[in-house]
C-alpha cells in the first residue's frame, strides 16, 4: 500500500519559517520525481517546486527564492524549506510523487500565516 505522508504544517507569524516532510512508502522512493503542491480556500491547487529523481529541482516563480525543495533517498522524504512566509501562503501543502505510469498524493498538511 503506497503511502505518504505530510508532516511540520502550523500557524507561523508573516516572515517566519517551517519546513514541510513528506515520508513516502510503498513505492520505490529513488525512482519518482516528488512535487509539492498547495491549495488556498477558493483555489485551484497550484504546483510549487519539483524534485527529480535525479535530484534537479524547480519552482514557480511565486516561492522561487523563499523556498527550498530537497530530497532524502534513504529515508524516503522530501522536504519543503519555506522561508519568509507571507499571509498568501496560508494553503492545505501536499505532496505528490509521480513515475511515468504512477502519481500518488498525500492528504496535505495545514499553513497558516498569520499575526
Known amino acids: 500500500q503506497v503511502q505518504l505522508v505530510e508532516s511540520g504544517g502550523g500557524l507561523v507569524q508573516p516572515g517566519g519559517s517551517l519546513r514541510l516532510s513528506c515520508a513516502a512508502s510503498?513505492?520505490?522512493?529513488?525512482?519518482?520525481?516528488m512535487d509539492w503542491y498547495r491549495q488556498a480556500p477558493g483555489k485551484q491547487r497550484e504546483l510549487l517546486a519539483i524534485?527529480?529523481?535525479?535530484?534537479?529541482?524547480f519552482y514557480v516563480d511565486s516561492v522561487k527564492g523563499r523556498f527550498t525543495i530537497s530530497r532524502d533517498n534513504a529515508e524516503r522524504t522530501v522536504y519543503l524549506q519555506m522561508n519568509s512566509l507571507k499571509p498568501e501562503d496560508t494553503a492545505v501543502y501536499f505532496c505528490?510523487?509521480?513515475?511515468?505510469?504512477?502519481?500518488?498524493w498525500g492528504q496535505g498538511t495545514q499553513v497558516k500565516v498569520s499575526s
Open positions: 510503498g513505492i520505490v522512493f529513488r525512482l519518482y520525481r
Open positions: 524534485i527529480g529523481s535525479d535530484g534537479i529541482s
Open positions: 505528490k510523487a509521480e513515475s511515468q505510469y504512477y502519481a500518488y
